[in-house]
Each structure stands twice: as C-alpha cells, then as structure tokens.
C-alpha cells in the first residue's frame, strides 16, 4: 500500500513537471523567462514587439515571434544579416537624394553566425550592429547598452533600439515598412498551412479578394445585444479593406 501511494505521488509530481519540462529549449537548457515575453503586461508594448517580428522575419526570412524573438538574435548575427538587408537600401537612397547626409558605408563586417550568445564572439556581433546602428543616425538615447541583450538586462530596450532601426531604414527607402497596417489575410497564413484550403477563401478576400464573398443571412433572432454584434461582424466582411478596430469604434 506504501509503494502504491508512493507511485501515485510520483506520477502526481510527473504530470506537474511535463509543463515546465516542455518549455526546455533544445539543447536541454532551462527555459528563461527572460528569453521571452511573458513578464511584459502593457499590451502597447507587445503590439511593438508583435510588428517587430513579422518585419524582421519578412525581411530575413525567418519566423520570429514572441518565444524566440530573443534566442534568435541574442548572438548579434540576425541584427548583422538585417543590417546587411537594410545597408542595400542606404545605398541606393545615397546615390538618388540630393541631401542623403551621413550615413553607413557598408554593413557589418566578418561577423559570427553559430556563435553562443555568451560568448565574445556574440559580443562583438553586437557591438558591430550597434556601431553601424550610430552610422544609420539611430539616437544615442534610443541605443542598448550590450548587456541589455547579451545579460538579458533590458529586452525592451533591445526592441527598441531595433524599432528605431526600422524607421531610419524607412527614411532612407527601404520597402519593408514597420509601421504599415498589416494585411489580415496575414491572420490567416498559418491556418490556411494547417488546414489547407478550407481558409483559402477567407485569406483571399482579405488580402485582395479575388472572388466574390458570400452573402450573409443568418440572422439571431434575439433583439438583444448580440444582434449589435453580429451586425458589426457583417460590416467587416463586406468592407475587408477597413481595420477591424476602425469599425467598432464607429
């Protein structure tokens, strides 16, 4: 009977561990809350980080999100790989404005990519980014101190300073912009990947629609405030180029 209490606690003490257990990284690391950004409550600042990401990982390539956002650049070599991306642009925009003003020559250069991001390599990788941030006329104020990233010491103002970037990078001509509304057939990206077609026509109409939304019909036949609701739903279908929030606030 003691055995079998003692088995029981076991598998109690199991089933409490799974979660954490599955928020190890790969290498068998401890998650961190650092890492991600769990411990950030104001919702302003996790719309930034939100459009960081998909920015970034346009431009890279690369899924960024919340969860990975940090791990993936702590080693300095995706800011070096975007400042390369945006060094492209700056050179274009110094050879057709009349009044570019001081600007980077050239990106990063001889830069680490499998590097850990503890490591003096990942020091430098950051270091280089954060000088050609200064040529890129990225204020002062709004540049991290390196232990923000490398100590996890300040991960928002890591954001921030990359936030920066990408406006500058939009100053000097670069397509990508940070601040533009993103398309919500971008919502539907993933679901259309994990379920295939059955979300073609709602990611087709949002981003352009190509064929003809179907009407809606059905009604609630409550007058309650659900029926409200219901009606601002069918306002969004029928209007896809209008942002959800502009039309509830009406």
């Given at each position: 009977g003691w055995a079998l209490l003692m088995f029981s606690y076991y598998n109690e003490y199991k089933s409490y561990l799974s979660p954490i257990m599955s928020r190890r990284g790969k290498t068998g690391g401890k998650y961190d809350r650092r890492m991600s950004f769990d411990d950030i409550k104001?919702?302003?600042?996790?719309?930034?980080?939100?459009?960081?990401?998909?920015?970034?990982?346009?431009?890279?390539?690369?899924?960024?999100?919340?969860?990975?956002?940090?791990?993936?650049?702590?080693?300095?070599?995706?800011?070096c790989r975007l400042a390369e991306e945006i060094q492209e642009a700056v050179d274009s925009y110094k050879n057709t404005a009349d009044e570019p003003g001081s600007l980077p020559r050239k990106a990063p250069q001889g830069y680490k990519l499998d590097v850990s991001g503890r490591s003096m390599e990942a020091r430098e990788n950051v270091m280089?980014?954060?000088?050609?941030?200064?040529?890129?006329?990225?204020?002062?104020?709004?540049?991290?101190?390196?232990?923000?990233?490398?100590?996890?010491?300040?991960?928002?103002?890591?954001?921030?300073?990359?936030?920066?970037?990408?406006?500058?990078?939009?100053?000097?001509?670069?397509?990508?912009?940070?601040?533009a509304p993103p398309k919500i057939a971008n919502a539907f990206q993933g679901l259309e990947e994990k379920f295939g077609k059955k979300f073609d026509h709602t990611?087709?109409?949002?981003?352009?629609?190509?064929?003809q939304l179907k009407t809606v019909t059905t009604k609630l036949n409550s007058s309650s405030a659900w029926k409200i609701v219901q009606q601002k739903i069918d306002t969004i279908l029928q209007l896809p180029g209008k942002p959800s929030y502009e039309i509830f606030r009406a």
């Open positions: 104001d919702e302003r600042m996790l719309v930034m980080v939100d459009k960081l990401c998909v920015w970034m990982g346009t431009i890279l390539g690369e899924k960024l999100n919340r969860e990975n956002l940090i791990s993936q650049i702590r080693n300095g070599a995706f800011m280089k980014f954060l000088n050609w941030a200064r040529e890129l006329r990225v204020p002062e104020s709004s540049i991290f101190s390196p232990d923000d990233l490398l100590k996890l010491k300040g991960k928002m103002n890591v954001v921030n300073t990359l936030l920066a970037v990408a406006r500058r990078a939009k100053d000097c001509g670069m397509a990508a912009d940070i601040d990611a087709a109409a949002f981003g352009g629609a190509k064929s």
